[in-house]
């Protein structure tokens, strides 16, 4: 089954204390992307990826950092986390740029205390 | 300016009755545009994806795109109790970054 999954789906975790979201697809996409959802903010990207070892700065990168050594895989990891990093976390991929049809993953909601 | 707006709702129409969802942006150099639909406690998936100016029909969902205005619709046709959820509009101009709209719950009463 083609899909995108996020572990994990539930996080709670301390101030200062570095995580890692791990985030895999098995559609063979080259595009990926991170998100976080907000009330009142919408669907923000945080990163993205094009290919292999290629990243870029979305709208909101500030405390977060990602990697792409294997294709399928890209992780989100942040190195200190803070309160306003309490969010839902979406991971996506899609065949190409990312106008067409991105696949999102179930979700990841991370709260830091 | 937001660069994208859209009303974030919540929008209650009955069963059956046509749906008219829409958003504005500021950026004239948007290209794509898409329409994303978000069941509660579930990712986003794509409904409709539109290039430039026009409309696209896919059943019973039509997407416009007025460049001049810089506005976009989505209409929705006899509408279902399935189509509640929150639709989020989305826009990019054509890099791979994109800006989406915080999105306009839909609830549609039987």
Known sequence: EAQVTQNPRYLITVTGKKLTVTCSQNMNHEYMSWYRQDPGLGLRQIYYSMNVEVTDKGDVPEGYKVSRKEKRNFPLILESPSPNQTSLYFCASSLGAVYNEQFFGPGTRLTVL | ?110
């Not at chain 2, 545009?33 to 409309?55: A, D």
């Not at chain 2, 989505?74 to 509408?79: A, E, K, M, N």
């Open chain 2, 1 to 110: 300016q937001k660069e994208v707006e859209q009303d974030p709702g919540p929008l209650s129409v009955p069963e059956g009755a046509i749906v008219s969802l829409n958003c504005t942006y500021s950026n004239s150099a948007f290209q794509y545009f898409m329409w994303y639909r978000q069941y509660s406690r579930k990712g986003p998936e794509l409904l409709m994806y539109t290039y430039s100016s026009g409309n696209k029909e896919d059943g019973r969902f039509t997407a416009q795109v007025d460049k001049s205005s810089k506005y976009i619709s989505l209409f929705i046709r006899d509408s279902q109790p399935s189509d509640s959820a929150t639709y989020l509009c989305a826009m990019s101009v054509g890099d791979d970054k994109i800006i989406f709209g915080k999105g306009t719950r839909l609830h549609i009463l039987p």
